[in-house]
Every structure is written in C-alpha cells, then in structure tokens.
C-alpha cells in the first residue's frame, strides 16, 4: 500500500462519528490508556517542551494535555512540519506499513523528546493484529494495522541520537520515552 493509500485508508477507518464518542469519553474520563502512560512519563521524567508536534494526534488528548500543563504550542497538522521540543506518536506507528520513514521523520523533528506507543511483537498481539485486519477485510475496511520490530524502531531512533529514557512494557503496547543525547537548538 502507497502512504497515500495509507492515509486515504485511515481517513475512512477514524471517522468524525469515531472522533465524536473518543471526545465525549475523553471529556467523561480524561485520558485513558497508553496517552495517560505518556503523560505520566513525561510527568514523572520531569519533560518541559514548551514546543509539541503530535503526529496522528487524533482528538488531541496529549497536546490539549501538555498545552494545560505550560506548553506554549501545539501542532498536530501542517503542510511543513516545523522542529519541536517534543514529538508524540500515540498508537501512530502501528497504521503504517513500512514505519521506518515515519520514524526516521519523526525523529528527526524531535529537539528534546521523542514519546511513542506502538504494538509489542508478541504473539498474541500479532494473532490479534491478524484477526482484527481479517475483520476489517470482510467489512470492507481497507485500513489495516501493523506489528513492527521493535529492536529496529529502537535502532532507528539511536541513529537519530535519542536514548530510550523510560519504557514501558504492558501485554500489547510499548511506550517509550528518548531524549536526544545532544539537544537541538
């Protein structure tokens, strides 16, 4: 699948009536899952950005979130991407088939910190990736998600100069939190 096939197909997949309900449980609860795990990373690690690049940002849990806690801006989406402070990729990874450029990309625009989540190569999240892609296909829905290596999403990142700080490993997600070795002006 082409990055534009990609997106078309995520586009259809996370509609506004889906975007409507996660607003209303974000509103009802705050947040929830590995975003909350995110934020207390950064909590916990004591992370100041004053800059966020929130990339799938979704609904925008985690930049609504920091921006409440002193960030001075936000941005989920933009033509040309500019350098942050911190970049976030919460459950982004796993949408894209070859995620190598997405991270690499990513990495790059991260002048401090680089927090993601993405899916444990396991087997019971990789048989239960293939039962939800197969469930999708029957339904019609071109989306489909994706378990990548994680050693080279972690080799990946080194070449970029970010040092996994903290990880956390639950039963089907990794979340981590880099900061680069050298920080960018």
């Not at 690690?45 to 800059?51: G, H, L, N, P, Y």
């Not at 994706?146 to 990142?157: E, K, Q, R, S, T």
Request: aromatic share 8%; glycine share 6%; proline share 5%.
């Amino acid at each position: 699948m082409t990055a534009a096939g990609c997106c078309a197909s995520a586009d259809r997949h996370f509609t506004a009536d889906r975007a409507r309900t996660e607003l209303r449980r974000y509103r009802r609860r705050g947040p929830t899952g590995s975003a909350r795990r995110i934020l207390r990373m950064l909590s916990e690690s004591q992370v100041r950005a004053e800059t966020l690049l929130d990339i799938g940002a979704g609904i925008g849990v985690l930049h609504h979130e920091l921006l409440a806690l002193g960030g001075r801006s936000a941005v989920h989406l933009a033509e040309q991407l500019a350098p942050a402070d911190l970049v976030t990729l919460d459950r982004v990874i796993c949408c894209y088939p070859a995620a190598e450029a997405l991270v690499r990309t990513t990495a790059a625009k991260a002048r401090r910190y680089w927090a993601a989540s993405f899916p444990r190569d396991r087997w019971i999240t990789r048989g239960h990736t293939r039962w939800e892609n197969a469930r999708r296909a029957r339904a019609e829905n071109p989306f489909r998600t994706f378990v990548h290596l994680i050693p080279g999403i972690y080799a990946l990142l080194q070449a970029g100069d970010l040092v996994p700080q903290r990880i956390h490993r639950g039963l089907f997600w990794e979340i981590v939190l880099c900061s680069r070795t050298r920080p960018q002006p």
